[in-house]
């Protein structure tokens, strides 16, 4: 069984920062990418930023110079550190990490449960 774990989400106002944690657990092999989405009420899930495991970066045009990626391999972790957030960042945040599981041979997508990030005055 595994586990995606998210948390640090909550309410700031324009300007400001937050920080994402991601935390995968359970019976893991290894991982490949991990990365953050976002969903806002009535639009699609989109891409906000991936880090592959050797740190190779991707971000959505719309967070790039803002936010900021990044992992602790030795602890299955994926960060998202958030500056300058914008009204428009308002949405719930999801985790995912393309994962192989222990005696298994395949790598698969997971997903976290999601976080909301609220940016309002």
């Known amino acids: 069984q595994v586990q995606l774990v998210e948390s640090g989400g909550g309410l700031v106002h324009p300007g400001g920062s937050l920080r994402l944690s991601c935390a995968a657990s359970?019976?893991?092999?290894?991982?490949?990418?991990m990365g953050w989405y976002r969903q806002a009420p009535g639009k699609q899930r989109e891409l906000v930023a991936t880090i592959t495991s050797g740190g190779g970066t991707n971000y959505a045009d719309s967070v790039k110079g803002r936010f900021t990626i990044s992992r602790d391999n030795a602890k299955n972790t994926v960060y998202l550190q958030m500056i300058s957030l914008k009204p428009e960042d308002s949405a719930v945040y999801y985790c995912t990490a393309n994962l192989r599981r222990t005696y298994t041979f395949n790598y698969n997508d997971y997903w976290g449960q999601g976080t909301q990030v609220t940016v309002s005055s």
């Open positions: 359970g019976s893991i092999r290894s991982i490949n990418t």
